[in-house]
């Protein structure tokens, strides 16, 4: 497990305070009385169940640079926990992190709810026992190859593909992407191998060193690694990125598939204990989230980090629901593509 602290200091928090009361100023920053201290009065905690430097850790870091100015004196000491596509990282949350909205999880809901259509979670419950508050991406699956690859299209992978399996990196099993690539083999006939590599950073790295013969991601983890792969095939609609997803085609256009779209979306949860116990922090980091989404500030640090903004989309508790919803029918509609069964 690996830590890394954003936002304000314990130190900065502590010495704001300070100022504050010695000015005489006790109301809204940052005590909401002279007597009982406003949230947050100590760091909070944000469990990651993926490796650091992928794709969820890139825009947690942006957001937490940002939330500081919206919850003031916030600090976040965010724990990496890998291990079992996920599982690892849940179960510290669930089972170590008390319910008192100081501790957060930020997670890749369509993989990490996948795991639970597989096999569902041994020490608590879901849907039930936590629940994502607020989406601040929609990133669609694709598949790509390295830049010198011989496949110029997903025709040509396809046509392998009906000769000998292809071997396809990916970040995890319990993947929208995975299951994209699944469907297409069941679909046309392809036969495909994953072999998940634990993380995005290896699963580009895998095809680029020529390790697996194509890899499928979100695209956001796609775009950054700019001229080393190509994009050739889209799990969405449309191709929301053009040419920075080298203009490949949708998975439906270009195979006349019935694939729906299979997208990830990086999203913060909480125990639902906490968010019935502490309405009131709940409804802080709430609101506090979704400004600083829209602030250009949020945007700067994506452009910063290199990842498309046209995957930046809040969406709130609702909206988070209605996705989890929706990977539960697919993993329920595709779940013997990925046990094997």
Known sequence: MNRFISGASRRTFLKGSAAALGAGTVSGLPFSGAFGAAFPDH????VVPTAEGGGADRNLRAVTTVWPKYLPGAAFEMGYFPGASGRVGYEVYMGKNAPDCYSLLFGNMGPEVLNWVVQAPDSFKFPGDYQYFAHVDIDPSVVYVAAD???RGIDDIVAEARKRTISVATSRIAHPASLGILAVGEATGGKFNLIPMS??????????TGETDIGVLPSGSVVTAGDSVRTVLVFDKTNPLGERLNNAPAVNDALGTKIPPLFSARAFALHTAAMDKYP?????????????????AYRDEIVKAKAPLENIRYGDGAACQEYVDGIIEIGNR????????
């Open 334 to 341: 595709f779940k013997s593509l990925l046990t094997g069964n």
């Open 43 to 46: 760091p909070l905690a944000v």
């Open 149 to 151: 690859s011989p496949f």
């Open 280 to 296: 009131d922090r709940y409804q802080a980091l709430v609101s506090s989230l979704e400004k600083t989404v829209a602030d250009q």
């Open 199 to 208: 993380g995005g950073k290896k699963t580009l790295a895998a095809v680029v």
